[in-house]
């Protein structure tokens, strides 16, 4: 297939000619194939449902278009790079890494563009709002933003992934129960290999601690607080730090004791805790004779959410489904104690989403809009702590959410008072280029 280009003319009528159609490759069909790809990016008509949203520092033109009741994505760049990404976001969500999925690529290499197209991260943010919708300088959501920058590198190392240019900016964030779970978003400079040596790793770290740190203080000047500066390097400088941390934890090959089963429970159980599912344990003979060495292969971070989705059928992410299944567990114990009769996994889920999940999502859904309803559910168990905690005993689920709701159910994805139209809605969000 060729492209003549926009500027071709039409020998017979003398009149500029139609653009050739470009390469198209979709995953998907419908209004998608109505749209003219064979225009650059910037000339697409009005008329097209697209949705300004603002954007942060980009090499090249993003725009947000609704097509079919999905919020897509789509970005003009070089056809080498556009390719690139598309291959590198393919296998991301084919061995389910946190990364933005890819739906098509239009390339038209007369003029070396293409546009790719992934869809919208929901219930996303982006750093800028997530760190400015808290407290002024460093708090616990910015600790827990550096926690899930880390954790992001480390998934993408552990699955053979060269980030390239790790940075806040080219990262979405979505609240994950009482943690942060990070995506990446450009795979513009990623590179896919069987696995990564310690210099890769490394450089790679490096830049995402000295972008982590150029972020920081971006904020730190946005909201007028140059004493944070030395805060923002600090802080990027800790990134390192809980990077080798978890990377330790999960190479780690502990020496115990023989006929100690207990401790070999034990450390696959803290496994669990940081949300890996053991694939597979070997256990050989140590130095010392009494003793053997631990080796484990662990998956990727969905423990919690796949045994939610065994016994619920929720569907959740990593931290909101640890929160889900302690209160599960919590509600389980109370119907037995009261009815002083076992419960089996089947019956106990099915009655804690019967009459306590359910009831309190329809309470909630009105308040929260459009926003991701188990996240709520999540911060409304936070806030029954809380209040817990200040009372010095349990208040109840009630009382916690007609607390939350009389605060408005707060949340940083909810619109500020008097912002314009889609501010804080899931589109507000945006992946830097």
């Known amino acids: 297939m060729t492209d003549a280009g926009a500027d071709a003319v039409d020998r017979t009528s003398g009149s500029p000619a139609s653009p050739a159609f470009p390469l198209l490759r979709l995953r998907r069909t419908g209004s998608l194939l109505d749209l003219p790809w064979e225009r650059p990016l910037a000339e697409w008509p009005d008329s097209l449902l697209f949705r300004q949203i603002p954007v942060g520092p980009s090499r090249h033109l993003v725009r947000f278009l609704s097509v079919d009741g999905s919020l897509l994505a789509l970005k003009e760049e070089p056809v080498r790079v556009a390719e690139s990404e598309y291959e590198v976001l393919g296998h991301l969500e084919r061995v389910g890494l946190p990364a933005v999925i890819p739906v098509g690529i239009a390339r038209r290499p007369a003029t070396d563009s293409a546009i790719l197209v992934t869809e919208y991260l929901a219930h996303s943010l982006q750093f800028r709002r ?21 954790w992001l590198l480390v998934d993408l190392h552990r699955g053979g992934v060269y980030w390239g240019d790790c940075s806040l900016a080219n990262t979405l964030f979505r609240r994950d129960g009482d943690r942060i779970q990070a995506f990446l978003v450009d795979a513009e400079t990623s590179e896919v290999h069987q696995s990564l040596s310690d210099g890769q790793r490394t450089f790679d770290l490096e830049i995402l601690v000295e972008n982590v740190g150029y972020g920081l203080a971006d904020v730190a000047m946005l909201q007028g607080r140059p004493e944070d500066l030395d805060a923002a390097i600090t802080d990027a400088e800790s990134v390192r730090d809980r990077y080798r941390a978890i990377w330790r934890e999960l190479h780690l090959e502990p020496a115990l004791p023989a006929g100690d089963r207990h401790a070999i429970r034990a450390q696959l159980r803290r496994l669990n805790d940081l949300g890996f599912a053991v694939d597979e344990i070997e256990i050989v ?41 302690n209160d599960l567990r919590e509600y389980r114990a109370w119907l037995e104690l009261k009815e002083g009769r076992h419960l089996t996994d089947a019956a106990a889920a099915r009655r804690w989403r019967r009459e306590l999940l359910n009831p309190a999502l329809r309470r909630l859904r009105p308040a929260i809009g459009g926003r991701d309803a188990l996240q709520a559910y999540c911060d409304v168990l936070e806030h029954k702590w809380l209040l817990s905690e200040r009372a010095k005993r349990d208040v109840g689920l009630e009382a916690a959410i007609a607390a939350y709701l009389a605060e408005g159910a707060p949340a940083p994805e909810a619109p500020l008072e008097g912002n314009g139209p889609g501010d804080g809605s899931p589109a507000s969000a945006t992946p830097q280029t």
């Not at 760190?131 to 708090?139: D, E, N, Q, V, W």
Request: proline letters at 6%.
């Open 130 to 150: 997530l760190l400015t919708r808290f407290p002024l300088g460093p708090g616990p959501y910015r600790g827990r933003l550096l926690d899930a920058m880390a």
């Open 285 to 325: 003979p140590a130095d010392r004779g009494s003793e053997v060495k631990l080796r484990v292969t662990t998956s990727n971070r969905a423990f919690h959410a796949h045994e939610l989705e065994r016994l619920t059928g929720l569907h959740a992410l990593e931290g909101q489904a640890r929160l889900l299944l």
